[in-house]
């Protein structure tokens, strides 16, 4: 997820508002951190050890493919966004932008997909790694991670299909200007919104837009999630260790 961050902060001059910053730091990474670690142990033994190979081809294959899909559901998110009637004209120049104020780098559509799509995705990821149910107890008997999952998708799932509301403002996410805002047919908020830097003074994705991404961005997370369940924990990882198994290390006693 960094890695898709960077790349196209570097070619867009944008980047992920700061209270998204915070959130992802702070609240996912850290509550997904705690939570994963509060599965509890199997009933029985599993009947092959678990990996010892950092570099191994399952840990390869799990960690390699969760990011090449991620990363083609980012790029394509772009190849979307870039097809939009309400998008064209509206792109981030960055040429008339005042570059060192960093924090405001996030007022335009261009970060809005970005944000949206990786945010999903770092979620996401907290799941994934809670599929190891061979040697702990069932992915689904770790309630305090799918209670924490479940409210951090219903909220950045909010920011994604609410109106401009105070949450998303805060987050400056499908936000603007008091004016831009009355000029696309909403109400003029009542708290301070700190003027945004871009042309049209906001990045208020279209109501049908933005289904479409909430849409594109669930599809993101079934991706990977089939991927962890079918090929790493389920019948392709079980056809390839009776067909190719590994030569395990002797030692000589």
Aim: hydrophobic share 45%.
């Amino acid at each position: 997820m960094s890695g898709i961050v960077k790349m196209c902060t570097f070619y867009f001059s944008i980047s992920i508002t700061q209270n998204l910053w915070m959130l992802i730091d702070g609240g996912v990474a850290t509550g997904m951190m705690i939570s994963i670690s509060m599965s509890g142990p199997a009933e029985r033994l599993a009947p092959s050890r678990p990996t010892s190979r950092i570099l191994g081809p399952q840990m390869l294959a799990s960690i390699g493919g969760i990011v090449m899909i991620n990363w083609v559901f980012s790029v394509m998110s772009y190849v979307w966004l870039f097809t939009q009637d309400w998008f064209r004209c509206n792109e981030q120049a960055a040429s008339e932008v005042n570059l060192n104020m960093w924090w405001l780098l996030g007022d335009n559509y261009e970060s809005s997909i970005l944000s949206f799509v990786c945010t999903y995705q770092v979620i996401n990821n907290g799941l994934l790694v809670n599929y190891g149910y061979l040697h702990r107890a069932k992915w689904y008997k770790n309630y305090t991670l799918l209670t924490l999952w479940a409210f951090l998708i219903a909220f950045i799932s909010y920011m994604l299909l609410a109106d401009p509301n105070r949450v998303g403002c805060a987050f400056r996410l499908n936000c603007g200007t008091p004016s831009a805002l009355e000029k696309l047919g909403y109400k003029s908020p009542s708290w301070y919104i700190e003027p945004y830097i871009n042309v049209i003074q906001h990045n208020v994705i279209p109501r049908a837009a933005r289904y479409k991404l909430w849409g594109y961005c669930l599809g993101n997370m079934a991706a990977t999630n089939l991927w962890q369940i079918f090929v790493i924990n389920g019948p392709v990882r079980r056809l390839l260790q009776k067909k190719k198994p590994l030569r395990r290390l002797k030692v000589k006693l």
